[in-house]
């Protein structure tokens, strides 16, 4: 069973960038797909972007196309997701999460992913 955690997350103003980790114990993560979701006060849980096995496919929601990047370090078993040009609406906790799925594919399906870390808070100020 594989536990992730997530940290980074922050109050700050509109146009700031932070860099969100998602460190992974009890297993490996080199084979799977990770992901991140966000959810805001009030609306389900959203996909941002995920990125396969080896970093070579990732795939990105449209609000945040050209200003987040998701990264991946085997060996620090651990995710990344860079944000630039934060804006008020990328406001909500945001959640790594690891694909159930094998394959040279990235996924988006909330049900593709099988564990989840516990979230970070990120508040955009305008």
């Known amino acids: 069973q594989v536990q992730l955690v997530e940290s980074g997350g922050g109050l700050v103003q509109a146009g700031a960038s932070l860099r969100l980790s998602c460190a992974a114990s009890?297993?490996?993560?080199?084979?799977?797909?990770m992901a991140w979701f966000r959810q805001a006060p009030g609306k389900e849980r959203e996909f941002v972007t995920c990125?396969?096995?080896?970093?070579?496919?990732?795939s990105y929601a449209d609000s945040v196309k050209g200003r987040f990047t998701i990264s991946r370090d085997h060996a620090k078993n651990t995710v990344y997701l860079q944000m630039n040009r934060l804006k008020p609406e990328d406001t909500a906790v945001y959640y790594c999460?690891?694909?159930?799925?094998?394959?040279?594919?990235?996924?988006?399906?909330?049900?593709?992913?099988?564990?989840w870390g516990q979230g970070t808070q990120v508040t955009v100020s305008s």
């Open positions: 990125i396969n096995w080896n970093g070579a496919s990732t």
């Open positions: 999460a690891k694909s159930r799925l094998y394959g040279s594919m990235c996924y988006r399906a909330i049900g593709d992913f099988d564990s």
């Open positions: 009890g297993r490996t993560l080199h084979v799977h797909s």
